[in-house]
């Protein structure tokens, strides 16, 4: 199903008021007929008073960056696209599949099972337009798991809009819940396919070389990626995908308190591999300094000694107990 774009005039206007001006002359030549017992004239006039109103259900009005598909006894005959007043064909109907359901930024699809509130704008007739302004679905947090079994939950925003108005209405049942559906079958495809931290020998790309990929280090290839997911999918929805981000990336709670205790544990590790480090370049410098002053001649056991008490200085938790030594140094 291809979109098919009516070229029809804004005529909305002209022709409201040829409509008035044809029920004025109707009402007009009612009286007269009467008046002069004009049988005949006084049917038609009551005829075209009684069907009239038909005309104005032709009248449509488009706001900006909306679009209106119309069929006629089941044919789909064109698409309304721009601003204006339009008048058309009194029988064509607007189809719109999606006009009861909504996507809000903070939930998923409502698909109007919940009664709203009273003094409410849902409880207004759906309308049969469909937008064309860039909308956001911000499905709910999924549960997941990475390519290394561990469950993580996850959100995404996606930014879209309607490019194909046919396809639309046409190809799809409800072109916004199939968008939500495949968001949520995208997301899953490509989160299992990374870890959620850097692990060795793990191949995001495919290409059979290990590399350091991850949902929380490649933030913005995993979007990129999500998001030409979701376009393949709702390509023939005639739905194009501007931009996908991640909204929120956590470890699953059952998992979180031990995940926690791992990254505190490789935290220390390299916080005191820095440490010996750090300690070891100090001790070399101190005995170079003392070999270079010539203030103390050490042998190689006072050597050791010297280094193991200043790694036992520089490497502890606590701070160092001085013990002065008032003897001779042997």
């Known amino acids: 199903m291809e979109e098919k774009i009516l070229t029809t005039r804004k005529n909305g206007m002209a022709a409201l008021l040829l409509i008035l001006l044809v029920y004025i002359g109707a009402a007009a030549c009612l009286v007269l007929s009467i008046a002069r017992e004009l049988t005949l004239v006084t049917v038609l006039c009551a005829v075209v008073l009684c069907l009239g109103w038909i005309a104005l259900a032709g009248l449509r009005v488009l706001k900006p960056q909306e679009a209106l598909v119309l069929t006629l006894f089941g044919r789909y005959i064109g698409t309304l696209r721009g601003e204006g007043f339009y008048y058309v064909n009194p029988f064509c ?10 996507l809000s930024q903070s939930g998923d699809v409502n698909s109007g099972h919940e009664r709203p509130a009273a003094n409410t704008q849902a409880q207004e007739a759906p309308s049969k337009k469909i937008s064309l302004k860039i909308m956001t679905l911000n499905n709910n947090r999924q549960k997941i798991n990475d390519c290394l079994g561990n469950p993580v939950e996850i959100g995404i925003a996606v930014m879209w809009r309607v490019v194909d108005t046919a396809r639309a209405a046409f190809n799809v049942d409800n072109y916004k819940e199939y968008l939500s559906l495949q968001c949520d079958s995208a997301l899953r495809n490509i989160v299992r396919i990374y870890p959620y931290d850097v692990a060795p020998n793990v191949d995001t790309t495919g290409d059979g070389v290990a590399d350091e990929g991850s949902l929380r280090g490649s933030s913005e290839v995993v979007a990129a990626r999500i998001r030409d997911e979701i376009q393949t999918r709702v390509r023939d929805a005639g739905l194009e995908i501007l931009e996908a981000r991640i909204t929120y990336l956590a470890y699953a709670p059952e ?9 505190q544990a490789s935290a220390i590790i390299d916080a005191r591999k820095m440490i010996v ?22 042998d190689e056991e006072r050597k050791a000694a010297m280094v193991s008490n200043l790694l036992v200085v520089l490497c502890g938790n606590h701070d160092a107990q001085p013990v002065v030594n008032s003897g001779s140094l042997y």
Do not use: F, H, Y
């Open 277 to 298: 480090d750090g300690a070891v370049g100090m001790v070399e410098m101190a005995l170079e300094r003392l070999k270079e002053g010539g203030m103390v001649e050490l």
């Open 255 to 263: 998992i979180a308190a031990v995940m926690l205790q791992r990254q």
């Open 93 to 102: 109907v607007g189809v719109n599949p999606a006009a009861r359901t909504r």
